[in-house]
């Protein structure tokens, strides 16, 4: 998580809400983390709990994304590139 001083808010507001609208931002004043700055979006799925993005164990993998997973692996493992066509 990137890092800014409440002077920097100040001085490069652009820079800052740039940086937040990709993923929240700690706002430090006098060395402390004293806030967040988040996208609106992000706050939303935040305070909802609908927020779709989840991890997955191998074991717990829905079948199509291990299959999907399989062949990745299977590429790497034969040489071929992340952009190598199968």
Do not use: C, W
Request: hydrophobic share 30%; proline share 6%; glycine share 6%.
């Amino acid at each position: 998580m990137r890092q800014f001083t409440t002077g920097d808010l100040n001085k490069q507001v652009g820079d800052v809400t740039d940086a937040a609208s990709r993923e929240p931002v700690v706002l430090t004043r006098h060395n402390k983390p004293r806030f967040v700055l988040m996208s609106y979006e992000h706050f939303e799925r935040m305070r909802s709990g609908t927020d779709p993005r989840r991890a997955h164990s191998t074991a717990q993998m829905p079948d199509e994304h291990a299959d999907l997973f399989g062949a990745a692996i299977e590429r790497l493992r034969q040489g071929e590139g992340y952009d190598d066509e199968p």
